[in-house]
């Protein structure tokens, strides 16, 4: 009776803590929750792309060899005093490595404009994304925030 009873016990706990994965991770992983999906599904093709795989894209040198590269690109812009600018660029580096496809969001126009000229003038293959060991397309985003003081 003891080991009916222990038995029993370790069956219930089993079936009562063995929980399946909660979806609302994956599902928040997806593309349809970027916040500006709505104007990137306006500007860009979003068929296949992905925000999260195995391995990121790599662009030759490291991230800070691309930014320096996009800040010479980028057009330089006039700001008005204590103006402030908050832009996100978008970006798909596509199965190939190519970047496809740039947008940006934002306050301002002309930083906006700005801000996609200097990603579409760097010309260099990246070291494309993978998932399951197969490269796929990734969007990929940054912020881009400035402020001019007195």
Excluded: C
């Amino acid at each position: 009776m003891k080991k009916t009873i222990f038995l029993f016990g370790i069956f219930s706990n089993i079936l009562f803590f063995a929980q399946e994965k909660n979806n609302q991770d994956a599902v928040q992983n997806t593309i349809y929750n970027s916040p500006d999906y709505k104007i990137l599904q306006k500007k860009m093709n979003m068929k296949d792309v992905v925000l999260f795989a195995d391995t990121k894209p790599e662009f030759p040198g490291g991230f800070d060899v691309f930014s320096r590269r996009f800040f010479e690109n980028m057009p330089t812009i006039d700001m008005k005093q204590n103006q402030k600018l908050d832009t996100r660029i978008y970006f798909i580096v596509e199965k190939n490595g190519y970047v496809r496809n740039v947008a940006a969001t934002g306050s301002d126009k002309k930083h906006i404009e700005a801000a996609e000229l200097g990603v579409r003038r760097i010309f260099i293959r990246w070291k494309p994304a993978t998932k399951d060991g197969k490269p796929v397309r990734y969007l990929y985003t940054f912020p881009l925030s400035a402020k001019k003081y007195n």
